[in-house]
């Protein structure tokens, strides 16, 4: 895997992530520890300007790991023509210990970079610069992720051999499989859907009585349970085969490549939600919503 252009590419733009982060990390920890905006000696000021470079640093780690992870499903999705067995990116994300546990926590730092983000635009919007250290605090753990992130992929990488027969996506997505994800298969389809639909009935209701509250609690149980009703329902309607539940399949050509906007559209939208954003959120849960929908109506 290591001469694979696509993963040579991730390790090199991991390495300068690697690289400019650690700057981020160091500088972070410098502010955090003497950051006082009422103090007016030199210290302070090489502090305010060392800020403003490390968010600098942060805020475009979070740009470019947006296209980036995309990037990333498509090498993994790539990848699956080399590997015997794998039909899809599923495949390749089981060929290793550590493909689940990347997954999950690239997912979780586009979320967390992203609530840095958002909290360093409210930051920069008041004079006193109410959330500086609170940011760098926050930057700091978050660091910690990102390099965990970093290593798991270089592992998983490393890891994958070729010769190596793996699963196929219709094995791992089925009820047959001795994975965790076989529970899933316990579950009854009328009652996922369901509750996805009074999931997304509840967004709506709180949206319009604007319980803030409300809809970022309901927000945050609409990643799972979207996720879930994917695996189980409007999965099979964009396959139109019964039996065939991956999650991944449908970010390919052959299905028009939905998967990434149902996935950007799912994202986007429970992300404003859990900040509260409530018109851009409804508005992206929504096109989630319709596109899911569109498949089993027609």
Known sequence: MFLNPEVLSLYILNTLFILFGSIAFYLSIKIYKNWNLNSTTKKQYTLEKQSFLTATIIKYIFIIKIPLFLYFIFTIDKLSNLITGAMCGA?????????LYLFILKTL?????????????????????????????????????????????????????????VSC???????????TISILFTLSNSIVVSIFYLNFLLI??????????????SNILFIPISIVSLI?????????????????????????????????????????GILK????????????VLIATYYPLT
């Open 91 to 99: 495949g390749v994300v089981d060929a290793t210990d550590y493909g």
């Open 109 to 165: 730092n586009l979320y967390l970079f992203g609530f840095w983000l958002v909290l360093h635009n409210k930051d920069i919007k008041k004079e006193n610069l109410p959330y500086t250290k609170i940011k760098f605090q926050f930057f700091i753990g978050l660091f910690f992720l990102f390099f965990i992130e970093i290593a798991l992929e270089f592992l998983m990488f490393s890891a994958i051999e070729i010769d190596k027969i």
């Open 169 to 179: 996506c219709g094995t791992l997505f089925s009820t047959s499989s001795e994975t």
């Open 204 to 217: 709506a209701l709180s949206y319009f009585l604007k319980n803030k509250t409300l809809f970022q609690i």
């Open 232 to 272: 189980l329902f409007f999965g099979t309607y964009i396959y139109e085969l019964p039996t065939h539940h991956c999650p991944f399949c449908y970010l390919q050509k052959d299905y028009n490549y939905v998967g990434y906007f149902i996935y950007i559209f799912l994202f986007l939208g429970t992300f404003f």
């Open 277 to 288: 954003r409530l018109k851009i959120s409804i508005i992206f849960n929504l096109l989630f």
